[in-house]
């Protein structure tokens, strides 16, 4: 995986989820941790759709971020 082939929101996202991850003291960057930021991002791609497909985006970060706080 070369991070010089990410587009500039990819590497936001991942730099985000990274936060997350540190703001929880998780010792690992997870995938949830990732999903989360994309569903966070405002104006994102994710957000826009799951709007388009009728999907509960709001709902989904609710339950992303519970198994977040699951984590050790």
Known sequence: MNPE???QKSIEA???AGELAA???NPTVE???ILL?????EGGLVPEL?????ADE???ASEIE???DAFP
């Open 5 to 7: 082939k990410f587009t």
């Open 14 to 16: 991942i730099n985000q």
């Open 23 to 25: 703001e929880r003291a």
């Open 31 to 33: 995938p949830a941790h």
């Open 37 to 41: 930021s994309l569903l966070k991002t």
């Open 50 to 54: 799951l709007v388009s497909m009728g």
């Open 58 to 60: 709001k709902g989904l």
């Open 66 to 68: 519970r198994i977040v």
